[in-house]
């Protein structure tokens, strides 16, 4: 459910918290969210240590083993600053799943703490930076798919679409069935892979039949799923996150 | 303690991968439930536009919890009720139990023809069978069970059974076992199906029905329904049973308004059924209808199991409206069959693994992405997603070990593996050595990753990890500062 | 031991320990602010939503509605009760109507064959309605019993005006419905019907095709 959240003013740091799927597969993405971040006039802390947040194993039901990786990231974010996070899976992950895992636990007060200054990437744009962006693109069709975390557990579904609406040359379509599920689930599309396949093919066309040229998501799992059936099948349209999708458009 | 009757068609929980590949690769199944699961998600987005929904869910879920926290006593207050109302209680520990006990009742009256109203907690411990070893006919009367049961089926939804079929194969069904001139005309088709259950109305022993809401304050048994084959089953023949799970309870009548708006507006978009059928004992004396005996089976069937447990608890809130299923992709593509339980879809889910066993479920509670749509539209607000993260949780042995089946997932090999990244995960060094040296062998990484690659192109690791980019991003900027 | 005695100690042992019940807020469910006016249209429109048919008629000239209900339908055999002043007024009036009146407040086994095969309609008086969901609410009674509302292929009920209130939880609440339960309450919002054959509605699958509601001002 959509928390009622107070956000901040804008600080002058933060920290990233970059995600496993960013750092191996979409590291531009994250560098571009830096960028973003830097261009407000944020300094940008990304402490060399951090590896994962822990859910693949947790969604697995190995809880023991993600309460120990979650464990080794609660230690790098000493300052007080905000924790930004580009993906809505790991960001739900940091905010609603930590507490639950430590809870009865020594790191308990510790995991709420880092929990409470938990923000997705786009949240952080709109909400605490104000972020106001100029499109020096090419005119493009664009669809926005959010991931069910960021959506859902997050309560995100605005935030977005309301940073692709400032792209004056951009044209946000919507698919049909736009709220419903990619496929993609973590250790589902391997669980599943017959499952997991038919979602995604259904997406991906209805991404392609709403008239889009590209799609961008804010979640690298759903990026890496929706593209990848895309690809598979020769589509013309790309996917990309929307950190890199904004900074392509509004970067020097 | 199943007893499949011959001939049915049988899916098992074991078998959830041959069956949602059966669905999948069916065109008219993927159909009928897309089309179906799409129409009844309009319907219900509608059904709430005026209403404070969410102060209306959390009425729903504390009426819930509220009946759950005095679950004994409740059940207690209940028997004494429907006593006082001349309704005789009885208590099943588990489905065969609960069989043998509904057997005898009709025995007892030497019933040979039984009717029944929808219940799923008669399908959940294989009523209609057991009855027919003992030489009761039981016949469905709500007019997609007796579809399905004419076709040699379980139902593949809690609310709808017959969704998997098109009218086509409808009017098959019809025109074969029934005898009827084959027509397509759904009102054609329902007018036959009227006539032939009026005779059996007429005919019936004994009603069997289940139960929507069981009022303790009261003794009052509450049946929503649409068709008033619920009402005909509870008014027509001389003995009515009803059964439920012991979990149905409500304390007060006052609870079943808010109960009732979210049910049917949750289930089919409707502001109300046709009928609220509310029973509160059997014919009285002066009165000219209405069983002369009313009785209410209690049945446990693993649910006091359930109880005990503070987060497995919400389980037992479910008030069975089916949305969780509606807007569930999973089941949405693979239909109810495939999960090869009585309850299928999300509920059926976090339900069956306590009924069965996590070594005959455990692809249940996995066949989901967690995408949280079953959560958002509960209406008494169950954590479905949690609740299967701890299934999952309790399959592999990490969890309080108190679901039948616990730790029967565990592998060594997959055990092994998440150590191995458990280790590497809190090794930072090792962790940036290991993405530097998969991005250097990014080109060369196998293009084809398993089931992944039959459908999508697989990722490949990208040539400089971000801790990469970032270190050289930062002497950069730093090269330009100092410029 | 006895299961009843077992399932209860099962649950009075719980491993978690005893639970504390939740303060419940009823506030949605009441409190609708809506006028007289706005109370009837929002009744009628949601019973005709659902197939029902809503018929207006001043209270002097109910019997005289329900004559011509019955013409215009083709009823020839009507089964209503007795004692009911619903019922009393009818017979009067239809007396000379060229309707047969079948007699309901006589043990169904009786005239099952009649119930089941021959009545054409079933007359009923009402409680009350909810205008949230288009509802009416009847407690049959001895003289109005539970199948006159069910069996015949149409069910015409009378309802008056001021009988209609905001949600089913105020009926419950300001008629005391916990204090006294009836052997059967019921709520009816519309015909019988099915959408079972692939999401098709199909009307009068059991019960009634017809509901006919004499709106009595
Ligand atoms: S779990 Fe919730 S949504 Fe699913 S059937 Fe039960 S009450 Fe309905």
């Known amino acids: 459910m959509t928390p009622i959240k107070c956000y901040p003013p804008k600080p002058p740091r933060v920290y990233l918290f970059g995600t496993c799927l960013v750092d191996l597969f979409f590291p531009e993405a994250g560098l571009d969210a830096m960028r973003l971040l830097e261009r407000e006039g944020i300094a940008v802390d990304f402490p060399e240590d951090q590896t994962c947040c822990g859910q693949p194993a947790y969604t697995s039901g190995y809880q023991d083993e993600a309460r120990a990786v979650a464990a080794a990231q609660l230690d790098l974010f000493p300052e007080p600053w905000p924790i930004v996070v580009p993906s809505g899976s790991c960001g739900g992950m940091l905010r609603h799943h930590y507490p639950k895992l430590f809870a009865g636990t020594p790191l308990e007060a510790k995991a709420n703490e880092l929990a409470g200054r938990v923000f997705e990437l786009t949240e952080f744009l709109v909400h605490v930076c104000h972020l106001e962006l100029e499109d020096r693109g090419a005119p493009e069709t664009v669809a926005m798919h959010t991931s069910c975390s960021a959506r859902r557990e997050m309560g995100l579904a605005e935030t977005g679409p309301a940073l692709l609406a400032q792209l004056g040359r951009v044209t946000l379509v919507e698919q049909a069935r736009a709220a419903e599920c990619c496929g993609f689930g973590g250790t589902f599309a391997v669980r599943h892979p017959e499952v997991s396949a038919a979602m995604v093919e259904d997406k991906s066309r209805a991404i392609e039949a709403a008239g889009a040229e590209r799609f961008v998501t804010s979640d690298c799992g759903c990026l890496m799923n929706i593209a990848g059936r895309l690809a598979h099948r020769d589509s013309e349209v790309e996917g990309e996150h929307i950190a890199s999708y904004l900074w392509r458009r509004v970067g020097q | 303690m199943s007893v499949e009757p011959p001939g049915v068609q049988t899916f098992t929980p074991q078998a959830f991968h041959r069956q949602a590949h059966d669905a999948l690769g069916n065109p008219q199944i993927r159909a009928n439930f897309r089309s179906a699961m799409d129409g009844l998600m309009g319907k219900r987005r509608e059904a709430f536009a005026d209403w404070e929904l969410e102060a209306l869910r959390e009425l729903g879920a504390s009426v819930r919890l509220r009946a759950l926290a005095q679950l004994p006593d409740l059940l207690e207050r209940l028997e004494a009720n429907c006593q006082a109302n001349g309704i005789r209680v009885h208590w099943a520990e588990d489905g065969e139990a609960a069989c043998r006990l509904i057997r005898e009742l009709c025995e007892a009256r030497g019933a040979k023809a039984v009717i029944k109203g929808k219940s799923m907690v008669t399908e959940e411990m294989h009523l209609n069978a057991h009855l027919e070893t003992a030489g009761i006919e039981a016949l469905e009367s709500d007019l997609g069970e007796y579809l399905v049961q004419l076709n040699d089926q379980t139902p593949s939804h809690i609310i709808m059974p017959a969704i998997h079929l098109n009218t086509d194969e409808i009017a098959d069904v019809m025109h074969d076992k029934t005898g009827i001139p084959r027509t397509r005309d759904v009102d054609a088709m329902t007018a036959a199906a009227r006539a032939q259950l009026r005779e059996r109305f007429m005919a019936a022993d004994v009603g069997i029905t289940g139960v929507n809401f069981a009022v303790a304050e009261t003794g009052t048994l509450c049946l929503v329904e649409n068709e008033g084959n619920g009402r005909m089953t509870t008014t027509v023949p001389p003995v009515h049973i009803a059964v439920t799970g012991i979990e149905k309870v409500v304390e007060q009548l006052r609870d079943v308004a808010p109960l009732y708006a979210l049910l049917t507006r949750s289930a089919t978009g409707q502001h109300a059924t046709t009928y609220l059928n509310m029973i509160s004992g059997p014919r009285q004396a002066g009165e000219q209808d209405g069983p002369e005996e009313v009785h209410l089976v209690l049945v446990d069937n693993g649910r006091s199991a359930i109880y005990q447990d503070d987060e497995l608890l919400d389980t037992l809130r479910c008030i069975r409206c089916g949305a969780c299923m509606n807007h569930c992709p999973v089941y949405t593509r693979v239909g109810g069959h495939s999960y090869g339980t009585t309850y299928p879809g999300p509920i059926g889910s976090i339900l069956m693994p306590h009924l069965m066993g996590l070594e005959a479920t455990k692809d249940l509670p996995t066949a989901s992405s967690l995408c949280g749509a079953c959560g958002e539209v509960c209406p008494v607000k169950i954590p479905i997603p949690a609740l299967l993260t701890r299934l999952r949780r309790e399959a592999v042995g990490e969890g309080r070990g108190n679901v039948p089946g616990a730790g029967s997932k565990r592998t060594r090999t997959e055990a092994a593996a998440w150590k191995a990244w458990q280790w590497l995960a809190t090794h930072p060094g090792a962790w940036r050595g290991a993405a530097g040296v998969a991005g250097k062998l990014g080109p060369l990484t196998p293009s084809k990753l398993g089931p992944w690659s039959d459908h999508r192109v697989a990722p490949k690791p990208a040539r400089h990890s971000l801790h990469a980019l970032i270190k050289r991003h930062r002497s950069a900027t730093d090269e330009e500062g100092q410029s | ?217």
Request: negative net charge; charged residues 25%; glycine residues 8%.
């Open chain 3, 1 to 217: 031991m006895s299961a009843r005695e077992t399932i209860l100690g099962r649950l009075r042992r719980r491993l978690d320990g005893p639970l504390t019940p939740p303060v419940s807020d009823f506030s949605v469910m009441s409190g609708r602010g809506w006028g007289r006016e706005e109370r009837l249209r929002r009744f009628e429109a949601w019973i005709t939503s659902v197939h029902g048919e809503v018929i207006h008629t001043p209270r002097a000239d109910w019997t005289r509605v329900l004559a011509r209900v019955l013409a215009d339908k083709g009823i020839r055999r009507l089964a209503l009760g007795r004692a009911h002043p619903v019922a009393a007024e009818a017979r009067a009036a239809l007396a000379e109507a060229g309707v047969t009146l079948v007699d309901a407040d006589r043990p169904v086994e009786a005239w099952w064959e009649t119930l089941f095969h021959e009545v054409e309609a079933g007359l009923t008086s009402t409680a009350g309605g909810v205008a949230e969901t288009g509802s009416l609410w009847l407690w049959p009674t001895p003289d109005e019993p539970r199948l006159l509302s069910l069996v015949p292929p149409i069910h015409i009920a009378v309802l008056d005006a001021e009988a209609v209130e905001d949600t089913l939880f105020e009926v419950m609440e300001r008629h005391g419905w916990a204090a006294g339960m009836p052997t059967n309450a019921l709520l009816i919002s519309g015909p019988s019907k099915t959408a079972d054959i692939e999401q098709t509605l199909a009307y009068g699958v059991h019960g009634p095709r017809e509901l006919v509601v004499l709106l009595r001002h």
